[in-house]
């Protein structure tokens, strides 16, 4: 088993930043990649970063292209994303998924390909 524990969270004003935070615990070893979702009241969760363990390659949504970086720290078992230029549309409620195996760079944004999710962490943009 995994546990995925999110941090830094919380209310910005529209054009600030943020940066979340996701431990990993346990099996760690058995992880390929990590990755970060978004869901807000009424909607689906979205895909919105992720990241390889192993050679660090990243995918993200088209709506964080260039406002949103995603980050690993291996030794602390450990993925940040960086979060600025903030909107209120991207306010939702963030999760950290890790994954046993994704086979193939489409798959990445697939909530179905992640095995293990934290609590979510509440981010809420104001205009």
């Known amino acids: 088993q995994v546990q995925l524990v999110e941090s830094g969270g919380g209310l910005v004003q529209a054009g600030g930043s943020l940066r979340l935070s996701c431990a990993a615990s346990g099996r760690t070893f058995s992880l390929y990649a990590m990755g970060w979702f978004r869901q807000a009241p009424g909607k689906e969760r979205e895909f919105v970063y992720a990241?390889?363990?192993?050679?660090?390659?990243?995918h993200y949504a088209d709506s964080v292209k260039g406002r949103f970086t995603i980050s690993r720290d291996n030794a602390k078992n450990t993925v940040y994303l960086q979060m600025n230029s903030l909107k209120p549309e991207d306010t939702a409620i963030y999760y950290c998924?890790?994954?046993?195996?994704?086979?193939?760079?489409?798959?990445?944004?697939?909530?179905?390909?992640?095995?293990?999710w934290g609590q979510g962490t509440q981010v809420t943009v104001s205009s």
């Open positions: 998924a890790a994954s046993r195996l994704i086979v193939g760079a489409p798959y990445y944004g697939k909530p179905s390909m992640y095995d293990y």
């Open positions: 990241i390889s363990w192993s050679d660090g390659s990243t």
